[in-house]
C-alpha cells in the first residue's frame, strides 16, 4: 500500500493551494481518508477527514478555508487550501484508515501514510 502526496510549494498569505494524494495497492473505498498537517516543534494536527460514508470533518483552524475531497475510484484524496496564512506552513500527511467518528484527530488510528508534502506560506 502506497500513499503518494504532492501539491505543496511555496505560496503568499491569503494565496490557494491544492494537494493530492494518490493511493495505490488498495481500494479504500471503505475507509477515511484524511489529511494531518505538522509544523516545527508541533505535534501532528489533524487537518480534515472524508469518511467511507461521505460525511467531512475539519479541524476548527481550517473550517471555512479548506475542503477535501475524494475521488472513490482513482483512490485519490485532495485537499483545496484557500486563503492561506502563515499559521498553515507545514507538511501536511495523507493518511488511510478506520478511525471511530470520535478518534478521527487521533494519528494512531490511520494505517498507511504518505510521505509528507511541505507548505510553505510567506507572509
Known amino acids: 500500500v502506497q500513499l503518494q502526496a504532492s501539491g505543496g510549494g511555496l505560496v503568499q498569505a491569503g494565496g490557494a493551494l491544492r494537494l493530492s494524494c494518490a493511493t495505490s495497492?488498495?481500494?479504500?473505498?471503505?475507509?477515511?481518508m484524511a489529511w494531518f498537517r505538522q509544523a516545527p516543534g508541533k505535534e501532528r494536527e489533524f487537518v480534515a477527514a472524508a469518511r467511507w460514508n461521505g460525511h467531512i470533518y475539519y479541524g476548527d483552524s481550517v473550517k471555512g478555508r479548506f475542503t477535501i475531497s475524494r475521488d472513490t475510484p482513482k483512490n485519490t484524496v485532495y485537499l483545496q487550501m484557500n486563503n492561506l496564512d502563515a499559521a498553515d506552513t507545514a507538511v501536511y500527511y495523507c493518511?488511510?484508515?478506520?478511525?471511530?467518528?470520535?478518534?478521527?484527530?487521533?494519528?494512531?488510528?490511520?494505517?498507511?501514510w504518505g510521505q509528507g508534502t511541505l507548505v510553505t506560506v510567506s507572509s
Open positions: 495497492g488498495q481500494t479504500f473505498s471503505s475507509l477515511t
Open positions: 493518511a488511510v484508515g478506520s478511525p471511530a467518528l470520535s478518534a478521527l484527530g487521533n494519528v494512531d488510528v490511520y494505517r498507511h
